[in-house]
T-cell receptor
Framework: AQSVTQPDIHITVSEGASLELRCNYS??????LFWYVQSPGQGLQLLLK??????LVQGIKGFEAEFKRSQSSFNLRKPSVHWSDAAEYFC???????????FGAGTILRVKS | DTGVSQDPRHKITKRGQNVTFRCDPI?????LYWYRQTLGQGPEFLTY????????KSRLLSDRFSAERPKGSFSTLEIQRTEQGDSAMYLC????????????FGPGTRLLVL
Protein backbone atom coordinates (compact mmCIF):
# COMPACT_ATOMS: atom_id res chain seq x y z
CA ALA A 1 0.00 0.00 0.00
CA GLN A 2 1.06 3.52 -0.60
CA SER A 3 2.39 5.33 2.42
CA VAL A 4 4.14 8.50 3.37
CA THR A 5 6.32 8.75 6.45
CA GLN A 6 7.36 11.90 8.22
CA PRO A 7 9.73 10.69 10.91
CA ASP A 8 9.77 13.87 12.97
CA ILE A 9 6.63 14.82 14.86
CA HIS A 10 8.09 18.06 16.19
CA ILE A 11 11.08 20.14 15.17
CA THR A 12 12.30 23.30 16.85
CA VAL A 13 14.72 25.63 15.10
CA SER A 14 16.04 29.07 15.88
CA GLU A 15 14.94 31.96 13.74
CA GLY A 16 17.47 32.42 10.96
CA ALA A 17 18.67 28.84 11.11
CA SER A 18 18.30 26.38 8.27
CA LEU A 19 15.53 23.81 8.18
CA GLU A 20 15.10 20.34 6.76
CA LEU A 21 11.89 18.34 7.15
CA ARG A 22 12.06 14.73 6.18
CA CYS A 23 9.61 12.76 4.06
CA ASN A 24 9.85 9.19 2.83
CA TYR A 25 7.39 7.50 0.51
CA SER A 26 6.74 3.94 -0.47
CA UNK A 27 5.33 2.23 -3.52
CA UNK A 28 5.10 3.13 -7.12
CA UNK A 29 7.14 4.05 -10.10
CA UNK A 30 7.21 7.81 -10.36
CA UNK A 31 5.42 9.29 -7.43
CA UNK A 32 3.82 12.67 -7.52
CA LEU A 33 4.90 14.44 -4.37
CA PHE A 34 3.68 17.52 -2.59
CA TRP A 35 4.41 19.58 0.47
CA TYR A 36 1.58 21.48 2.14
CA VAL A 37 1.63 23.80 5.13
CA GLN A 38 -1.18 24.22 7.64
CA SER A 39 -1.48 27.01 10.17
CA PRO A 40 -3.55 26.31 13.29
CA GLY A 41 -7.24 25.92 12.49
CA GLN A 42 -6.67 26.52 8.79
CA GLY A 43 -6.73 24.52 5.59
CA LEU A 44 -3.68 23.38 3.68
CA GLN A 45 -1.61 25.65 1.47
CA LEU A 46 0.48 24.13 -1.30
CA LEU A 47 4.19 24.91 -0.93
CA LEU A 48 5.58 22.94 -3.85
CA LYS A 49 5.18 19.84 -5.95
CA UNK A 50 7.26 17.34 -7.90
CA UNK A 51 5.99 15.52 -10.94
CA UNK A 52 9.06 14.88 -13.08
CA UNK A 53 12.19 16.52 -14.41
CA UNK A 54 14.56 18.51 -12.24
CA UNK A 55 14.74 16.80 -8.87
CA LEU A 56 15.21 20.08 -7.00
CA VAL A 57 11.97 22.01 -6.96
CA GLN A 58 11.39 25.52 -5.76
CA GLY A 59 8.26 26.58 -3.96
CA ILE A 60 6.70 29.56 -2.32
CA LYS A 61 7.99 31.35 0.77
CA GLY A 62 11.61 30.39 -0.01
CA PHE A 63 11.09 26.65 0.39
CA GLU A 64 12.65 23.99 -1.81
CA ALA A 65 12.55 20.21 -1.87
CA GLU A 66 14.74 17.55 -3.41
CA PHE A 67 13.45 14.28 -4.82
CA LYS A 68 15.85 11.38 -4.30
CA ARG A 69 14.59 8.19 -5.86
CA SER A 70 17.40 6.08 -4.40
CA GLN A 71 16.37 7.08 -0.90
CA SER A 72 12.62 7.30 -1.55
CA SER A 73 12.77 10.75 -0.04
CA PHE A 74 11.40 14.20 -0.73
CA ASN A 75 12.82 16.44 1.99
CA LEU A 76 11.76 20.04 2.41
CA ARG A 77 14.39 22.68 3.07
CA LYS A 78 14.67 26.36 3.79
CA PRO A 79 17.99 28.14 4.27
CA SER A 80 16.78 30.67 6.85
CA VAL A 81 13.63 30.18 8.89
CA HIS A 82 11.36 33.06 9.86
CA TRP A 83 9.07 33.10 12.89
CA SER A 84 6.08 33.11 10.53
CA ASP A 85 7.11 29.66 9.26
CA ALA A 86 5.90 28.09 12.50
CA ALA A 87 3.12 25.73 11.38
CA GLU A 88 2.49 22.08 10.60
CA TYR A 89 3.94 20.67 7.41
CA PHE A 90 2.53 17.73 5.50
CA CYS A 91 4.13 15.66 2.80
CA UNK A 92 1.76 13.89 0.42
CA UNK A 93 1.87 11.69 -2.63
CA UNK A 94 -0.50 11.11 -5.47
CA UNK A 95 -0.60 8.56 -8.24
CA UNK A 96 -0.20 8.69 -11.97
CA UNK A 97 -3.95 9.11 -12.14
CA UNK A 98 -4.10 11.89 -9.55
CA UNK A 99 -7.10 11.05 -7.48
CA UNK A 100 -6.64 10.88 -3.76
CA UNK A 101 -3.61 12.13 -1.93
CA UNK A 102 -1.97 10.07 0.77
CA PHE A 103 -0.57 12.24 3.54
CA GLY A 104 2.07 11.79 6.16
CA ALA A 105 1.22 12.47 9.78
CA GLY A 106 2.81 15.90 9.65
CA THR A 107 5.71 17.68 11.31
CA ILE A 108 5.06 20.58 13.65
CA LEU A 109 7.67 23.29 13.26
CA ARG A 110 8.39 25.59 16.17
CA VAL A 111 10.60 28.63 15.67
CA LYS A 112 12.38 30.11 18.65
CA SER A 113 13.66 33.63 18.70
CA ASP B 1 -9.88 32.93 -8.54
CA THR B 2 -11.49 33.10 -5.13
CA GLY B 3 -10.19 29.76 -3.91
CA VAL B 4 -12.06 26.89 -2.34
CA SER B 5 -14.61 27.93 0.27
CA GLN B 6 -16.33 25.85 2.93
CA ASP B 7 -19.32 26.53 5.10
CA PRO B 8 -19.69 26.51 8.03
CA ARG B 9 -16.19 26.92 9.39
CA HIS B 10 -17.20 25.49 12.76
CA LYS B 11 -20.05 23.26 13.84
CA ILE B 12 -20.93 22.01 17.30
CA THR B 13 -23.66 19.41 17.49
CA LYS B 14 -25.04 16.84 19.86
CA ARG B 15 -24.58 13.15 19.34
CA GLY B 16 -27.30 11.73 17.14
CA GLN B 17 -27.97 14.92 15.19
CA ASN B 18 -27.46 15.27 11.45
CA VAL B 19 -25.05 17.83 10.01
CA THR B 20 -24.37 19.04 6.49
CA PHE B 21 -21.30 20.81 5.19
CA ARG B 22 -20.91 22.68 1.94
CA CYS B 23 -17.89 23.10 -0.30
CA ASP B 24 -17.58 25.51 -3.23
CA PRO B 25 -14.61 24.62 -5.42
CA ILE B 26 -12.52 26.86 -7.64
CA UNK B 27 -14.91 27.64 -10.47
CA UNK B 28 -13.22 25.88 -13.40
CA UNK B 29 -12.20 22.80 -11.40
CA UNK B 30 -13.99 19.59 -12.33
CA UNK B 31 -12.71 17.39 -9.50
CA LEU B 32 -13.74 17.80 -5.89
CA TYR B 33 -12.39 15.87 -2.92
CA TRP B 34 -13.38 15.42 0.70
CA TYR B 35 -10.83 14.56 3.39
CA ARG B 36 -11.08 14.14 7.15
CA GLN B 37 -8.36 15.21 9.52
CA THR B 38 -8.27 14.21 13.18
CA LEU B 39 -6.01 15.77 15.76
CA GLY B 40 -2.37 14.99 15.22
CA GLN B 41 -2.92 13.25 11.90
CA GLY B 42 -2.67 14.08 8.26
CA PRO B 43 -5.82 14.35 6.17
CA GLU B 44 -7.41 11.06 5.09
CA PHE B 45 -9.28 10.68 1.84
CA LEU B 46 -13.04 10.19 2.05
CA THR B 47 -14.44 10.55 -1.45
CA TYR B 48 -14.12 12.41 -4.71
CA UNK B 49 -16.21 13.60 -7.64
CA UNK B 50 -15.46 14.27 -11.22
CA UNK B 51 -18.15 16.69 -12.32
CA UNK B 52 -21.30 15.27 -10.73
CA UNK B 53 -20.15 11.65 -10.64
CA UNK B 54 -18.86 10.22 -7.38
CA UNK B 55 -15.98 8.05 -8.54
CA UNK B 56 -14.42 6.70 -5.37
CA LYS B 57 -15.36 6.30 -1.73
CA SER B 58 -13.05 5.33 1.09
CA ARG B 59 -13.91 2.58 3.52
CA LEU B 60 -13.78 5.38 6.10
CA LEU B 61 -17.02 6.64 4.62
CA SER B 62 -19.59 4.68 6.58
CA ASP B 63 -23.22 4.50 5.53
CA ARG B 64 -23.96 7.45 7.83
CA PHE B 65 -21.97 9.65 5.47
CA SER B 66 -23.26 10.81 2.12
CA ALA B 67 -21.80 13.26 -0.34
CA GLU B 68 -23.34 14.86 -3.39
CA ARG B 69 -22.32 17.19 -6.14
CA PRO B 70 -25.60 17.58 -7.99
CA LYS B 71 -24.66 20.02 -10.73
CA GLY B 72 -20.96 19.43 -10.83
CA SER B 73 -20.26 22.63 -8.94
CA PHE B 74 -20.64 22.81 -5.16
CA SER B 75 -20.73 19.69 -3.02
CA THR B 76 -22.36 18.76 0.27
CA LEU B 77 -21.23 16.23 2.83
CA GLU B 78 -23.89 15.01 5.24
CA ILE B 79 -23.30 13.00 8.38
CA GLN B 80 -26.35 11.36 9.85
CA ARG B 81 -26.69 10.31 13.50
CA THR B 82 -23.39 11.89 14.43
CA GLU B 83 -21.08 10.14 16.88
CA GLN B 84 -18.33 11.58 19.03
CA GLY B 85 -15.82 9.83 16.80
CA ASP B 86 -16.95 12.01 13.91
CA SER B 87 -15.35 15.03 15.57
CA ALA B 88 -12.68 16.18 13.13
CA MET B 89 -11.77 18.78 10.56
CA TYR B 90 -13.46 18.11 7.23
CA LEU B 91 -11.44 19.44 4.33
CA CYS B 92 -12.52 19.97 0.77
CA UNK B 93 -10.14 20.27 -2.16
CA UNK B 94 -10.62 20.86 -5.85
CA UNK B 95 -8.51 20.30 -8.92
CA UNK B 96 -8.53 20.42 -12.68
CA UNK B 97 -8.24 16.94 -14.15
CA UNK B 98 -5.76 17.86 -16.84
CA UNK B 99 -2.51 15.97 -16.86
CA UNK B 100 -1.22 15.47 -13.34
CA UNK B 101 -3.45 17.37 -11.03
CA UNK B 102 -2.79 19.62 -8.08
CA UNK B 103 -5.38 19.81 -5.34
CA UNK B 104 -6.18 23.11 -3.69
CA PHE B 105 -7.71 23.01 -0.25
CA GLY B 106 -10.38 25.03 1.47
CA PRO B 107 -10.16 26.27 5.06
CA GLY B 108 -12.05 23.28 6.41
CA THR B 109 -15.08 22.75 8.64
CA ARG B 110 -14.27 21.81 12.19
CA LEU B 111 -16.93 19.53 13.68
CA LEU B 112 -17.32 18.89 17.38
CA VAL B 113 -19.82 16.27 18.47
CA LEU B 114 -20.81 16.48 22.13
Amino acid sequence: AQSVTQPDIHITVSEGASLELRCNYSYGATPYLFWYVQSPGQGLQLLLKYFSGDTLVQGIKGFEAEFKRSQSSFNLRKPSVHWSDAAEYFCARGTEYGNKLVFGAGTILRVKS
Amino acid sequence: DTGVSQDPRHKITKRGQNVTFRCDPISEHNRLYWYRQTLGQGPEFLTYFQNEAQLEKSRLLSDRFSAERPKGSFSTLEIQRTEQGDSAMYLCASSLAVGVETQYFGPGTRLLVL
